[in-house]
């Protein structure tokens, strides 16, 4: 069978995130146009083979392919719309963190003006595009997501949650979520213990270690969520009620703010109160879903 010709590839946005994926396309063979509101960013790139464009519009127009690892909604929107006459037959692959929604609006708008629309969320750190331990979230376009495999699959693995572009933002949004609630703990943690003499690149390890066996946890406590099921739990509502509260007074016993677990302590205070301390401590999920007044889900 003849091998596939690489389509070329519109890089619109070479920032932080930007930068690393053109260059990934660059060190896979592809022809990339780069195109950037501070044209100097793009200069390193130009130098190792990329093509410069003087607009947004000049690169989706010599690009079946265009990508737009941008900051926000807003910046992707005011660079595709001078180049909207150029967008019929192109595919649009856009990476900057939207709310669902805005990435339904900007599905609507790019297939509006003929072009297909696949939304992205880039699991990853600038260091690790185009490595193992990246992974991109999809949704939208499932031809073009089909389409267009091996050029998703250069800058990380590719993962697609359907024809609603706004699924890979929710799920974007639910992983964000999950590691800022533990990166946060680990900085109240880190800032503990520094109060106490022991450094944060110290404490890391062990706090990293920690975090691999909480991972560990989490199909436990997906199962008790999704059954509902809590009385089983070998970790007791009031047995971390009592730990949360130890934790916030030598937190502030030793002046370090308590901000980070207060919200916690008070759910934990919540379940106790309405007689569910000997629960399971996923029973929390109870007081975070919104339930009809039939108290189903
Ligand atoms: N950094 C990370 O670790 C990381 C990880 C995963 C996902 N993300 C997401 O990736 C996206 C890009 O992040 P980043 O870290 O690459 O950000 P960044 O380094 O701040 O780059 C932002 C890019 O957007 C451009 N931009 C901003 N406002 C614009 C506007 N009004 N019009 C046109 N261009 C505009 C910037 O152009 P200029 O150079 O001219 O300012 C630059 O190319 C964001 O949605 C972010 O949430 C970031």
């Known amino acids: ?4 010709t690489k ?32 044209a100097a960013k793009a200069d390193p790139l130009v130098e190792r083979g990329a093509v410069r464009a003087a607009g947004a519009a000049e690169a989706v127009a010599v690009a079946p392919l265009v990508i737009t690892p ?3 909604h ?14 019929p037959r192109r595919t649009v692959v856009n990476l900057a963190n939207s709310t669902p929604d805005q990435a339904r609006e ?15 969320a880039m699991m990853a750190l600038p260091e690790t595009v185009a490595t193992k331990a990246a992974f991109f979230l999809y949704s939208g376009s499932e031809q073009a997501f089909t389409t267009y495999q091996d050029e998703l699959d250069v800058m990380a693995s590719a993962h697609y949650f359907g024809a609603d572009p706004g699924s890979a933002e929710i799920h974007d949004l639910a992983l964000l979520g999950t590691g800022y609630a533990a990166l ?8 503990l213990l520094a109060s106490l003499g022991t450094a944060p690149d110290v404490f890391a390890p062990l706090a990293a270690r920690w975090l691999h066996g909480m991972a ?6 997906a199962r008790e969520a999704g059954s509902a099921a809590y009385a089983d739990g070998v970790s007791t509502v009031d047995l971390n009620r009592t730990a949360v509260d130890n934790l916030i007074l030598v937190s502030r016993a030793n002046g370090v703010a308590a901000d980070v677990h207060q919200p916690l302590k008070d759910l934990l205070d919540r379940r106790s109160a309405d007689g569910h301390g000997q629960d399971s401590f996923s029973s929390v999920f109870e007081l975070l879903i919104p339930r009809d007044t039939s108290g189903a889900h």
């Open 1 to 4: 069978m003849p091998e596939r």
């Open 7 to 38: 389509p070329a590839v519109a890089v619109l946005g070479l920032g932080r995130m930007g930068t690393p994926i053109a260059s990934a396309f660059l060190d896979a063979g592809y022809r990339v146009t780069v195109w950037n509101r501070s």
């Open 70 to 72: 941008l900051l926000d």
């Open 74 to 87: 807003d910046a992707v929107r005011r660079t595709l719309g001078p180049a909207a006459t150029a967008l």
């Open 106 to 120: 900007l599905a609507a708008w790019v297939t509006g003006h003929g072009a297909d629309y696949l939304d992205g």
């Open 184 to 191: 946060t703990g680990f900085l109240h943690a880190a800032a």
């Open 216 to 221: 560990d946890f989490l199909p436990e406590l």
